[in-house]
């Protein structure tokens, strides 16, 4: 048997990988711009993950304190503390650092809306009105440590409202837009927000979306909310209600807005946002993250990963109401003097070359997508994008889920003309910033690979022992604690140690993926290994969606599954019995997927409901989803001999076939 490398070697043969497999070499660019060599990131890596104190502690000197910190790190797993003692603000790291520098009068902002309007705002802009929205915050009587909530469509006003909560040290918590009523109230009311922000719509592939009238349902009798404030999209294009005595014009607040607000000295370990996300029970969990340590992650993976310079163009695709957003929209390239993209709207509308036209004329550098997109992009096909002049993009990258190795090539080709890099991001909510990831001029890349660790980031693939696995595949898990991760779950201390910390006795974090390693070190991640699907690389946890089919007064149980989609990535397929006396009806099928839709939002439309009149399972009544999910994906049943009564089971396949 040949001898074990030690990670440190079987890291430096990487630059031998070349002739093995297909590998994709740096571009010709690299070196010649300074960026880190194969060698050197290997050197900062180890550094980073041997001496975090050392490596970081030099970096955060780039950050701009109030008052400097006493201690780099305090580590008492599972709970680390970063900067500890230090004082500092997040919208003085985005905005007044640059306003003595050349950044003040840069593009940070094009801001396009689907029907066509254009707007740019400089940093110098955005400050002002930063400023100013957080002037009128204060007035509302928001206050240090305040949770407001952000229910808008991709609106410049979206990161205004973020920055300005930032700098009064109130607490945002943005929910995606897309989410219906009740999801928006739980969120709500979960973490007690007092001040709602938002527009009166948007537009989304041609039609109006009336936001105001989400948030007027959703905020109806609710305990915790004194105001909602309201950005008008379009003049008075979206028909909307003003309550008296509670709704306010953002625009008025910020007319009557002071021109500056001192900055709330925060401290390093205060919460900066709290960010819903689904996990295995019905209750979507409050990832919070806090002010230096997430401050300091996105402003150097964006750096980095991006290989950010002074003249790029941006684009990151995602929605500010999920984490991408909030790090590689806001936090990071803000922190960097970035000029950046941002789109309202579908990626087809009114074309489906809507985003390369953009491309095109924005002569976008960047951009920064999720696999399900570029898979959309394939199917509508390359007559969309030839005619399209895309020689300004110098750097692809993707996030979200895996990104099939056909998909990639694709995206390499078609898109970045095989001249771009790709960047295949690994990250979550819970981990703050990128944290397996290329670097585009150092790491050689093989489709379908997010490739190595980020600096800090001491990854490693485990058994369901713990044992450290070099080569195969187990379960992703991080070793040590790294800046941005999470600080916890809002209100839920203890979910946050049993979610996280609580496999091989507390001695790694646990993401929640299965992924590989193959003989060169590389991380291949294969996906959730909980109740959590990925569809549109939207994270949704099925057991939010079982508690919503069972509140429709025709269903008594239901268990919900994820299936391969071919553009989604995975497909949500929900099992379930009705009440006695409920008919198998292809309407109530479609009832019930528009119940979900209606409850959830409409990316968690289920794509088919099947009715049983038994779910199976163990003996001691659990639902065993594993025979479902093969079921669903056609696979053998396997091991049934846990079932109460596998004669079910059969009948169910065969059911689930003919339909
Ligand atoms: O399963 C992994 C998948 O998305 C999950 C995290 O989802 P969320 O918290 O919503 O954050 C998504 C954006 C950072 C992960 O547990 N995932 C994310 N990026 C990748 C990925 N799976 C494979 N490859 C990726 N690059």
Redesign the pocket.
């Known amino acids: 048997m040949k001898a074990k490398k030690s990670e440190t070697e079987r890291l430096s043969d990487l630059s031998r990988v070349s002739d093995e497999g297909e590998i994709y070499q740096p571009p010709a660019w690299a070196g010649e711009t300074g960026t880190p060599s194969m060698s050197v990131y290997l050197k900062r890596w180890k550094y980073s993950v041997e001496d975090p104190e050392g490596f970081w502690g030099e970096l955060a000197r780039e950050l701009v304190w109030e008052k400097k910190y006493e201690k780099v790190l305090e580590w008492n797993r599972p709970h680390a503390r970063w900067f500890v003692g230090g004082k500092l603000n997040a919208s003085v790291q985005c905005l007044d650092k640059h306003l003595n520098t050349p950044v003040a009068e840069k593009t940070a902002l094009v801001w396009i809306g689907e029907p066509g309007e254009k707007k740019t705002l400089s940093y110098r802009d955005l400050y002002t009105l930063v400023n100013k929205l957080a002037s009128g915050l204060k007035k509302l009587g928001v206050k240090r440590g305040d949770r407001v909530a952000i229910y808008m469509p991709m609106l410049p006003e979206l990161p205004i409202a973020c920055l300005a909560c930032a700098r009064i040290g109130a607490i945002h918590s943005v929910v995606f837009a897309g989410f219906a009523p009740q999801s928006l109230r739980d969120r709500i009311d979960d973490c007690g927000a007092s001040v709602v922000i938002t527009s009166d719509g948007g537009w989304r592939r041609g039609s109006k979306m009336l936001v105001k009238d989400i948030v007027d349902s959703a905020v109806d009798g609710s305990q915790t909310i004194t105001n909602v404030v309201v950005v008008k999209r379009g003049g008075d294009v979206f028909s909307h209600e003003m309550k008296q005595g509670r709704d306010v014009y953002y625009e008025n607040l910020v007319a009557d807005g002071d021109e500056f607000v001192a900055p709330e000295p925060m401290d390093s370990e205060d919460p900066l946002f709290i960010l819903y ?2 996990g295995t029970t019905g209750k979507p969990k409050g ?1 919070f993250h806090t002010h230096a340590g997430y401050l300091l992650g996105t402003l150097v993976s964006s750096r980095e990963v991006f290989d950010l310079r002074d003249n790029d163009i941006f684009w990151c695709t ?1 929605d500010i109401g ?3 957003g909030h ?1 590689y929209v806001i936090y990071g390239p803000m922190q960097n003097g970035a000029t950046q993209i941002m789109y309202e709207g579908a990626p087809n509308y009114p074309n489906p070359d809507r985003f390369w036209e953009i491309v095109e004329q924005e002569k976008v550098t960047i951009f920064y997508t ?2 399900t997109a570029i898979r959309a992009f394939m199917s509508w096909g390359d007559k969309w994008i030839k005619p399209r002049d895309l020689s300004s993009l110098r750097l692809l990258g ?6 099939n190795p056909e998909v990639w090539r694709w995206y390499h080709k078609t898109i970045g003309a095989e001249r771009c890099p790709i960047v ?8 703050g910033s ?1 944290s ?2 290329p670097l585009p001029g150092s790491t050689p890349t093989k489709p379908g690979s ?1 490739t190595l660790p980020f600096y800090g980031i001491d990854a490693v693939v485990l058994d369901e022992s713990g044992a450290e696995l070099s080569e195969g595949g187990g379960l ?1 898990a991080i070793r040590k604690p790294w800046p941005a991760m999470m600080r916890g779950i809002w209100g839920d201390e203890q979910r946050y140690i049993d979610t996280y910390w609580s496999r091989w006795e507390g001695k790694y974090y646990f ?3 299965a992924a590989y390693r193959d003989k060169d070190g590389y991380f291949w ?4 290994v909980d109740d ?1 699907v ?1 569809v549109s ?3 949704i946890g099925t057991a939010e969606l079982e508690s919503a089919f069972i509140e429709h007064e025709a269903v008594i149980e239901a268990a919900v599954v994820g299936v391969p989609h071919k553009i989604k990535g995975e497909g949500l397929v929900g099992f379930v019995s009705l009440r006695e006396g409920e008919q198998h009806t292809e309407e109530l099928a479609e009832e019930l997927r528009e119940w979900i839709a209606k409850k959830i939002g409409k990316f968690a439309r289920p794509e088919r409901v099947m009715f049983v009149d038994d779910l199976p399972k163990t003996r001691s009544g659990k639902i065993i989803r594993r025979l479902l999910r093969n079921i669903a994906t056609g696979r053998e049943l396997g091991d049934v001999t846990t079932l109460a009564d596998a004669s079910t089971l059969e009948k169910l396949r065969q059911q689930y076939q003919e339909e």
Do not use: F, K, Y
């Not at 295949?424 to 981990?431: A, H, I, K, L, S």
């Not at 991640?525 to 959730?528: A, D, H, K, P």
């Open positions: 996300t689904s990832i995602a999920w984490i991408t790090s999720a696999p993707t996030v979200g889920e895996p990104i295949d991001t690994w990250w979550q909510t819970e981990t990128i397996i990831t997010a992703l993401a929640g993926d991640i294969v996906g959730r959590v990925n690389g939207h994270r």
